[in-house]
Nanobody, 117 residues
Framework: QVQLVESGGGLVQPGGSLKLSCTTSPFTFSPYAMSWHRQAPGKERELVAAVTSATGRTNYADSVKGRFIISRDIAKNTVYLEMNSMKPEDTAVYYC??????????WGKGTLVTVSS
């Protein structure tokens, strides 16, 4: 059974940085793509960043371009989201998602990120 476990959430001040991790299991699971999404209170879940496993090609939401970086470590079955120059509007529950080669999505349970002074 495929599982995704996020970590790294927490409280950060405006302008600060935070790095999220998402590790997939079992080790044999090889997703086509991995992505981070977020959902703020009262808002719909939105795509933040995505990376294709084979090529490393990335794409970002306009709201995070130039501030967030998605990366992957295939050997560790882990994808990261480095968040810099954070703003209060980045506050949300961040979810990791894996897309397998059959078009099936797998979601993590989410990790809360709060940007506040």
């Amino acid at each position: 059974q495929v599982q995704l476990v996020e970590s790294g959430g927490g409280l950060v001040q405006p302008g600060g940085s935070l790095k999220l991790s998402c590790t997939t299991s079992p080790f044999t699971f090889s997703p086509y793509a991995m992505s981070w999404h977020r959902q703020a209170p009262g808002k719909e879940r939105e795509l933040v960043a995505a990376v294709t496993s084979a090529t490393g090609r990335t794409n970002y939401a306009d709201s995070v371009k130039g501030r967030f970086i998605i990366s992957r470590d295939i050997a560790k079955n882990t994808v990261y989201l480095e968040m810099n120059s954070m703003k209060p509007e980045d506050t949300a529950v961040y979810y990791c998602k894996a897309l397998d080669n059959y078009g099936v999505d797998y979601w993590g349970k989410g990790t809360l990120v709060t940007v506040s002074s």
